[in-house]
Every structure is written in C-alpha cells, then in structure tokens.
C-alpha cells in the first residue's frame, strides 16, 4: 500500500470518529467546530487523492470544499445561532448511549453492503468505502434523533460530506460541473435554512422540530 494510501485510510479513520462525535455531542457550538473539522479532513483527503493519483480537478474540489464547508457554511450557522441567541444544548429523541449502539449496527451494515462494491473498484480509495457509507447513515441518524431544526440542519450538511466522500472513494469524484452545481445548491440552502430558522423562530419563539409538525397538521 502506498504512502498516499495509507494516508487516505487515516483521514477516512478520523472522519468516522468525527461522525461518531457528531452523533454524540449535546453542545450547538461544538456540533458546528465538528462539522467544520469534517470539512478539514475531507478536503485533505481530497488534495490527497489529487495529489496520488493526477486528477486534477479534485483540487477546484478540495478549494471548493475549504471555501464552503469550512469557512462560509459554519460562519453562517455562527451567525445564526448568535443573532437566535441560541445558548442551549442538543436535545436528542434517544439517549446518547443507545444512539450509539445504533450507530455501531449502521456501522457494521455499511461495511457490509459497501464489501461487494469495493471489489468491484479499481481506484486507491476503494477501501474507504464503507467507510464514507457510514458517515453518510451515521448523519442520517444525527438528523432523525434530534429535535432542533439547527442540528438537523447540521445533520444534512455532513450527510453531503459522506456523499462526496463516498463518490471520491468509487470514483475520485464526479464531474466538475455537478460539483459546482452541489456547492452552488448548498450554499444557496445555506441561506435558505437562515431564514427558514428566523420564520420559525419569529412565529414559535422555539425552534423545535415538534412545531413543524403541527404547521403540517394545519
């Protein structure tokens, strides 16, 4: 295995941890300085795949995804949360111990349905794969097990980061003009969640997830 490799398995490790500490954290502030790690690690591996293998392209990716996703889309939550004045901590739907049992039987599953996939790659960062399809259901978790609208958000992003990181490890990335287009679609969402919390906020002076389902009861 080489050097590059070998790097790539290590950051894939990290980014897994990361999700694991995503889906455990109580603290909002935390839960965003996570996300924005997340985003550090991906890009690394991102610059790294450039680097190993000559695509590239996944150096606009890597730019992209530093611009976005570590300094634009946590300034924006940090803003958020601020003009919000939101100072209390996640409330999950499930205790923490059990939604990390949870998380381990994704974990496994996600292995598992990833094994019969890698075989089939040829790239450097096949065996990465599982691990980018848990980070994906491990976020999927995150985002069902909350109640606040700001962690579900937080939820969505790094279930994107997982999606990208799954098609880097199949495919070293997609086509850069869908690139462009996700990053353009997310930082537009970005916004969009802004306001959508600022509604909410201004109509419920909460901003659980429960009073949704009343707006939808209406």
């Known amino acids: 295995m080489t050097l590059g490799a070998q790097l790539i398995n290590v950051l894939a490790a990290v980014m897994l941890l990361i999700a694991f500490a995503m889906l455990s954290q109580r603290r909002i502030l935390s839960l965003i300085e996570l996300f924005a790690w997340?985003?550090?690690?991906?890009?690394?591996?991102?610059?790294?795949?450039?680097?190993?293998?000559?695509?590239g392209h996944l150096y606009v990716s890597g730019i992209l995804t530093v611009a976005l996703k570590v300094v634009a889309l946590p300034w924006i939550l940090y803003r958020l949360i601020h003009r919000l004045n939101i100072?209390?901590?996640?409330?999950?739907?499930?205790?923490?111990?059990?939604?990390?049992?949870?998380?381990?039987?994704?974990?496994i599953f996600a292995f598992n349905l990833a094994q019969p996939i890698s075989q089939m790659a040829s790239t450097i960062t096949r065996a990465t794969l599982g691990i980018a399809m848990a980070c994906v259901l491990l976020s999927f978790l995150m985002m069902i097990t909350r109640r606040k609208?700001?962690?579900?958000?937080?939820?969505f992003l790094a279930m994107?980061?997982?999606?990208?990181?799954?098609?880097?490890?199949?495919?070293?990335?997609?086509?850069?003009?869908?690139?462009?287009?996700i990053a353009l679609d997310v930082l537009v969402g970005g916004f969009i969640f802004g306001i959508f919390f600022f509604q909410v906020r201004e109509t419920f002076?909460?901003?659980?997830?429960?009073?949704?389902?009343?707006?939808?009861?209406?």
């Not at 985003?39 to 695509?55: C, E, P, R």
Request: glycine share 8%; hydrophobic share 50%.
């Open 38 to 55: 997340q985003g550090v690690v991906l890009a690394a591996s991102t610059f790294i795949v450039a680097y190993t293998t000559g695509q």
């Open 205 to 218: 002076d909460s901003l659980d997830t429960r009073h949704m389902e009343k707006l939808r009861e209406d």
């Open 160 to 181: 994107e980061n997982g999606l990208f990181f799954a098609a880097t490890s199949a495919t070293y990335g997609m086509p850069m003009v869908v690139e462009f287009g």
């Open 87 to 107: 100072r209390w901590d996640v409330e999950t739907l499930i205790n923490i111990p059990a939604t990390m049992l949870i998380g381990i039987a994704l974990v």
């Open 149 to 155: 609208a700001v962690p579900v958000v937080i939820g």
